[in-house]
């Protein structure tokens, strides 16, 4: 298990309901976290973010100044604050609101209302995020894996490749789209390719036929991450022969489990 603890985590909240900021911190204080603090607004908590760098955000959708989501934005297109964890609450369900979140790379969305075990369940999500346990590869090690990461969001392959890179990964090669990662595919070798589904020109579906139909490495695993959710596109994906498929945002340990199981076959 990871050395960090949920005891340890610095918590930043940030929920302009006082009602609903003394329900957050009473789970918090109940769970053994003593490192939190609160602030009611998205300027407030890019202020509080310079004082003093939190392990993980925990900030509702809808603040006095902002949106959830462009706090997070803000924070992931800032160097000092890109890596910071954030679970985001919210009753949203609709994907207009939740996919630039998932773009954004958000580390788990707790519903409205939620409980202290769900809560527990984010933040030892988060503790996988900020230290995962390296893999577990019975035939090589994690540094002599070759890793092709496609997508079309910058932020999404960061986030990719950090949760690689804390398993012990080291060679990466990155694709903005499936006909940039056809290219990428005709000049080297991979033992894993981990995609996204939309994207342009050519997108994750194509980009997975190609591979299995095409290219000279069709045995290659190929891990699929989408949002996507109508049942027909979902089954057509599946048909092209992507190795595993996983909704957004991807958690550490799935991440993880689904690698070893890949290339243990």
Excluded at 130 to 154: G, H, K, T
Excluded at 158 to 171: A, F, K, P, S
Excluded at 240 to 258: E, I
């Amino acid at each position: 298990m990871s050395g960090l603890s949920l005891a340890q985590l610095d918590v930043l909240l940030v929920e302009p309901s006082t009602t609903q900021g003394h329900i957050v911190q009473g789970y918090l204080d109940r769970l053994g976290m003593a490192h939190h603090r609160r602030v009611a607004g998205a300027a407030e908590a890019l202020s509080a973010m310079a004082s003093r760098l939190p392990d993980v955000v925990i900030s509702s959708m809808h603040l006095p100044d902002a949106s959830g989501t462009e706090l997070l934005q803000n924070m992931r297109a800032d160097e000092q604050l890109a890596e910071i964890a954030f679970i985001l609450i919210s009753s949203e369900t609709s994907r207009r609101y939740l996919e630039p979140l998932r773009q954004a790379g958000v580390t788990a969305i707790l519903p409205k209302p939620f409980s202290r075990q769900q809560l527990r369940g984010a933040l030892e999500a988060t503790l996988d995020y900020l230290e995962p346990e390296p893999l577990e590869l019975a035939s090589f090690s994690p540094d002599e894996l070759r890793v092709l990461i496609v997508d079309d969001s910058f932020t999404s392959r960061r986030i990719v490749r950090r949760m690689l890179e804390g398993m012990g990964v080291e060679d990466f090669t990155e694709a903005e789209n499936g006909r940039e990662a056809i290219e990428r595919i005709g000049e080297q070798f991979f033992d894993l390719i981990v995609t996204d589904y939309h994207m342009p020109e050519v997108d994750g579906e194509q980009l997975s036929r190609f591979i299995r139909n095409e290219s000279t490495q069709p045995g290659v695993p190929v891990l699929m991450v989408t949002s996507e959710r109508d049942d027909s596109r979902l089954a057509a994906v599946q048909q092209s022969g992507v190795s595993a498929l996983f909704d957004k945002p991807l958690s550490t340990g799935t991440l993880r489990q689904a690698v070893q199981r890949l290339l243990a076959e």
